[in-house]
């Protein structure tokens, strides 16, 4: 069994849940927890973010009163693209792959045979 680390203070229910979930898997080394921190502080602030937007209009008027995308709508996007990148540079193992559905592992093995036997050829991956 892996021993968890301390949550650090100030974190919310979803940074904290990360924190745990990635600090279970085994030691991290300095630089990677400061990555691990800031990717658990942008789990919560998408969170925020979330909470905040709903219940508001998607779009709004822009200066010259053209509909524009809420601001809230607009920042998401930007901080799930940064939780996503800061969680790719932990390099954590990818255990998702393994978990596929059946159907999901027979397409690849039939794709995977229609190239051997047609080629590349028409075949897309």
Known sequence: MTKKSTVPAGLGPSGAELWEDVTALGPLPPHKLRILLDA????????ELEAARVG???EVKGSMGQPVAAPLVSEL???????????GKLGLPDEVADE??????????????????????????
């Not at 658990?40 to 969170?47: G, K, N, P, S, Y």
């Not at 596929?100 to 897309?124: I, L, T, Y």
């Open 77 to 87: 996007p930007k901080h799930r693209a940064l939780l996503a990148s800061l969680l």
């Open 40 to 47: 658990c502080r942008e789990a919560d602030l998408v969170d």
């Open 56 to 58: 508001r209009p998607l």
């Open 100 to 125: 596929r559905p059946k159907s999901s592992r027979r397409s690849e093995s039939a794709r995977a045979a229609a190239r051997a036997r047609w080629g590349s050829a028409g075949v897309s991956a």
